[in-house]
């Protein structure tokens, strides 16, 4: 993969997730801050690399792709790393997992960030959407709480990194700051398992690359507090 990749971005977003792949990979690659406080993500320009409107968006040799999940699967698949191999009896229950991060635990977790974008203005659909999206969200860290327990090769496993870890982690970072008046329902350290996890993975270097590059204080996973970009709004 010697061609240019290009990630688009805003700071503490799931575009951090691919950067934090990117770095672990070593691959070269350029970034291209999305102007979330001009809602850029909804341009016409933007909808060419992503028609769906959100971050990220990454430009590679074969093409552009979005969705965290698909750009996470195609490093890891045309890199030989952070995966475990195509054929074989480990890629079943890795699969499994990465589908369920990205289509039930992120894609709930969205809807208590935006629930305006589900439901329009109103409180008290907001609040019924919230309160249904947050108990999908407890779920899913149930199981992975006791996933993260049972020893499989490819998550939370100190000598198998994998992008399942990556993309965990800053989910997890999100829930304990975002939306900024409404994040006491969840404590990091109520999760033992994955607080292990954070604590681990937040020490490597694509870590701290990700904090000095989007305005994030050390510890970002254990003791998240709000970044202070350089460049660009947060979440
Ligand atoms: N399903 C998408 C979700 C990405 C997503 O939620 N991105 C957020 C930033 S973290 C976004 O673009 N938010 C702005 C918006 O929805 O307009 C993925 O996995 O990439």
Redesign the pocket.
Known sequence: MSKLIRLHY?PD??SGIVRLALEELGLPYETVLVD?SQNA??STVFRKLNPA????ALETPDGTM????AILLWLADTSGRLAPPVTGPERTSFLSWLFYA?NTL??NL?MTF?PQ?YVGDMRAPQKALLSGARANVLEGLRLFESNAATGQLWFNNPDNLSVLDLYLCPMLRWMALYPKQDTDWFALKDWPNLYDLAKRIETRPSVHTLCQTEGMAARPFTNPSPPRPFEGVA?
């Open positions: 805003a977003n799931a979330r993500q909804q409107a959100k971050i990220p979005f969705e965290t999940a990205s992120h894609a969205r935006y974008k979440l």
